[in-house]
């Protein structure tokens, strides 16, 4: 086949690319900007991603429609993985990231619609986040769906979120596709509005389509220069620079952490089987992990001195707990997590090694989510 990789020289595609040439032969073209904000000024993309025979790199913009027209020649499938990522920024960067995320998106699908093509599938990378908050049980009224926790409680320290029809305490459990989705970031918006923009336009043109529901992807090949994502990346810099790990609210808030070797497998999984079309699919590890345990073994694997300190700070629009619930992908796609937490942090902390320090970017980006309100 030949797979057209929007936004392929970030962490997931280069990773899948790779993947993808190798196991299984086929011909991967990639589209990325190589957006500073990733790669840096003097842009950098990761070596073993350059010089192989079955990999086209093309430098553009998935904003610009003449590039992408060009691009999808001769494409039989399109993994859309190009956006702008970061949660808060996404607060304040409102147009851009509805340029790049969702009309990005519908210029590529008004391409599909209105000039000849060859493409037969498209795999979309969707996000957990646009459930706000996962899922949760209640004593009194068995699965419910707590709406975003508010300045107010926040503000008194209220980090859990209660249930939204007794008031009661509720426990987190595994979150299902069928989860009422409901964005609480302009980042989450977008990538709902693709997810909808691609269901629908597939089912018209008769292309295939598989939404995948990423939750927080970890592993060697992420960012180290994004300040605006990704709590390893950050934390790994500060550890390395024997800086203190602020943890915000009382540290038992989760996430699901996957490692991105299992997302690259059920993309793959997503995109040559047949039974994944027209799916919409969670992708994680299954399991919540606070952050103060991710934020211990992480110190832990780099042998750093200073342990992590709960702040009682917080930000606007982050989510208590979420999960994976995985009953889906795993029935229809045979998909099951194979690296565990342990061997994948120490792993990326073996990989964050070798590679160069980059600056600590976290009180920068604080100091704006501060000036801006949406921290305290
Ligand atoms: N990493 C995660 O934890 C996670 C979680 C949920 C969803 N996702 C989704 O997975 C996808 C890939 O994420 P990632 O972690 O690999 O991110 P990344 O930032 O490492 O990679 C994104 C790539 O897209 C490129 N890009 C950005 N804007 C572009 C544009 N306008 N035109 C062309 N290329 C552009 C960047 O240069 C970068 O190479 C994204 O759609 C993201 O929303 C990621
Ligand atoms: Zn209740």
């Known amino acids: 086949m030949n797979i057209l ?8 595609g280069t990773n899948l690319a790779l993947s993808l040439q190798k196991v299984n032969q086929h011909n991967v073209r990639i589209l990325d900007n190589l957006s500073p904000q990733i790669h840096g000024v003097i842009p950098a993309v990761d070596a073993r991603i350059l010089g192989l025979a079955n990999v086209e790199i093309v430098r553009g913009d998935v904003c610009d429609q003449a590039a992408l027209k060009t691009v999808l020649n001769g494409i039989d499938a399109v993994v859309h993985l190009a956006a702008e990522t970061g949660t808060a920024q996404s607060m304040y960067q409102i147009s851009h990231y509805n340029n790049v995320n969702s009309q990005a998106t519908a210029q590529l699908l008004d391409l599909l619609a209105n000039t000849p093509h060859s493409v037969k599938k498209i795999v979309l990378a969707s996000s957990r986040s646009i459930y706000g908050e996962g899922a949760y049980e209640c004593k009194n009224h068995g699965t419910v769906y707590p709406a975003a926790r508010s300045a107010a409680q926040l503000k008194n320290h209220q980090w859990d979120p209660v249930c939204p029809q007794c008031g009661n305490s509720i426990t987190s459990i595994a979150t299902p596709e069928a ?11 977008t990538k709902y509005a693709q997810e909808d923009l691609i269901r629908i336009a597939g089912d018209s043109l008769g292309i295939g389509t598989a939404i995948l529901r990423f939750q927080n992807v970890y592993g ?5 220069n ?7 990346s950050i934390f790994s810099t500060r550890i390395r620079r024997g800086m203190s790990l602020p943890i915000f609210e009382d540290g038992q808030e989760s996430r699901d952490f996957v490692h991105v070797s299992d997302v690259v497998r059920a993309i793959e999984l997503a995109l040559l089987n047949e039974a994944a079309n027209g799916g919409t699919f969670n992708v994680g590890a299954g399991e919540p992990t606070s952050v103060l345990e991710i934020a211990n073994m992480l110190v832990d694997a780099f042998e750093g001195k200073i342990r992590p300190v709960v702040t009682g700070q917080y930000r606007l629009g982050d989510i208590r707990h979420c999960y994976a619930d995985l009953s889906e992908i795993r029935s229809k796609l045979k998909f099951e997590p194979q690296i565990s937490l342990k061997q994948g942090i120490e792993e990326f902390a073996n990989w964050v090694l070798s590679q160069p320090l980059p600056e600590d970017g976290l009180d920068k980006a604080n100091e704006e989510l501060k000036k801006r309100k949406m921290m305290s």
Request: charged share 5%.
């Open 5 to 12: 990789i929007t936004g392929g020289l970030g962490f997931i």
């Open 179 to 189: 989860a009422r989705p409901s964005p609480a970031s302009i980042y989450a918006a």
């Open 220 to 224: 060697a090949g992420q960012s180290l």
């Open 226 to 232: 994004n300040p605006y994502t990704g709590i390893l």
